[in-house]
């Protein structure tokens, strides 16, 4: 079987050489899955469908400065796999953006997908067009040039997009505005929408919530918990922001948030008041992490380094971007006390230093699993606006805390079941969310 599945590489290799991103995802999830392939070999031909996109759409966005300049980007949306529903996924506004990162991402979606239990297929999107240092109507124009095109592609029974890097409240609020003067209608066909306009209470925590809900849930079955542990986070983004609170809210110390200015550490930890700070200087001020020494003394900013090597923690929550803690990173956590890996971000971790996670028995949580918070909220928004109502605070806080805790069930249980180590979790999440799509796809036929 592990023959069969390096063919299958290979071909991905073949037709796409020069997309690494795309790969290592593809790469990863393969090889966990020679265990169910070995007992179930009538899911190779569904592999073999499941690494190439249903749909890739790429398209010329072109707007105007507020200098007057015009200027072109590229846009993307890949359609990968609707099997158990429309394509779902996020829309990054990132200038290293490109189609073997969306296709990544947009791969990584099919099965982080299928863990909500929702009805959601996989897609991903995005330009390689930078917000940051833009005015906001240089972001709206951007906006609304990029939607002129994609609206065509979407709807909210075929493909809802949502944010990602890059794109937050104030750019759905631009790509929703647009898409509705065009198509005349308003409907559910963005998520992460405005609380007053058909959003969801609790998507923007969502990812946060949710990575810091699994982890609870992870450490609990191992007879561990959150309360008074030490925990270093990266990113200073939605994500990372909104782990830092709910590690405040179960009573760990969260030390550390970082951006691409490089890391702050709060040697006591951060408060909420200080927390406050974050907020203000990213989503109000739109400054880089290095303003926050102006508010806290206490704090020290390192330039340009992330939060892997220098401190001591017992876990680690990556929430920044792909293949940000390489194996070097993950040997310095191993030295510094860390015990288990959560990971906010999507794919932060490279092989080689999963693999050192392993040969260290420390508990890593895939970003498949723990970062489906956001997505799971995104689909009990699409059926908020289906249903034309609006759920509380404290009901989509519980249904996403019972969504995070199902996915560690589902995790644990195809381990368990499948893989050689029981606490590999990565095996499980691979295996669960496939079984989920495959088995959709095996009754709808060849397509």
């Known amino acids: 079987m592990a023959e069969e599945v390096k063919r299958i590489l290979e071909g991905v290799k073949k037709r796409d050489p020069d997309q690494p991103e795309f790969y290592q995802a593809v790469e990863e999830v393969c090889t966990t899955l020679i265990p169910l392939l070995e007992k179930e070999p009538k899911y190779i031909p569904i592999l073999e469908r499941i690494v190439e996109p249903e749909r890739v759409v790429m398209f010329r966005v072109a707007w105007v400065d507020d200098k007057g300049k015009e200027h072109v980007n590229r846009g993307y949306r890949v359609q990968f796999n609707s099997a158990i529903g429309p394509y779902k996924g996020g829309l990054r506004f990132r200038d290293n953006v490109n189609l073997s990162i969306i296709k990544f991402l947009g791969f990584e979606q099919i099965f982080k997908n299928a863990l ?79 609380a007053n306009w058909g959003g969801s209470l609790i998507r923007p925590e ?35 922001q909104y782990c830092v609170e709910k590690l405040l809210h179960v009573g760990a110390i969260p030390l550390t948030v970082s951006d691409t200015s490089g890391c702050v550490y709060e040697p006591e930890g951060f408060t909420h008041e200080k927390l406050a700070y974050v907020f203000k200087i990213k989503n109000e001020e739109r400054k880089p992490i290095s303003e926050y020494t102006k508010y806290s003394k206490e704090a020290q900013f390192f330039p340009k380094e992330n939060p892997w090597r220098r401190f001591k923690a017992d876990i680690a929550m990556p929430c920044a971007t792909q293949n940000e803690v390489d194996t070097e990173d993950a040997k310095a956590l191993v030295a510094n006390g860390v015990k288990a890996i959560g990971e906010g971000a999507n794919m932060p971790s490279t092989p080689g230093a999963i693999a050192v996670y392993f040969e260290n028995n420390v508990l890593y949580g895939p970003a498949k699993a723990v970062n489906a918070g956001g997505v799971a909220v995104s689909g009990l928004e699409m059926s908020q606006n289906s249903l034309r109502l609006s759920w509380t605070r404290e009901e989509v806080d519980a249904k996403l805390k019972k969504i995070m805790g199902d996915i560690f069930d589902s995790c644990f249980n195809a381990a368990k079941t499948y893989a050689k180590n029981p606490k590999d979790y990565m095996t499980g999440a691979n295996i669960a969310g496939f079984l989920k799509v495959a088995e959709a796809m095996l009754q709808q036929g060849v397509l």
């Open 116 to 194: 909500t239990t929702l009805p959601m297929g996989g897609g991903k999107g995005g330009s390689d067009f930078e917000p940051k240092g833009k005015s906001d109507l240089e972001v709206m124009r951007f906006c609304q040039s990029f939607m002129s095109e994609l609206f065509r592609h979407i709807g909210p029974n075929t493909d809802v997009p949502a944010g990602d890097i890059g794109v937050g409240g104030r750019e759905i609020g631009f790509l929703f505005g647009m898409y509705k003067k065009i198509v005349n209608r308003f409907e559910g066909v963005l998520t992460g929408k405005g």
């Open 206 to 240: 969502a990812t946060g919530y949710g990575a810091v809900y699994f982890m609870e849930k992870m450490l609990a079955a191992n007879d561990m918990d959150m309360k008074g542990k030490k925990v270093l986070v990266s990113g200073a983004g939605n994500v990372a």
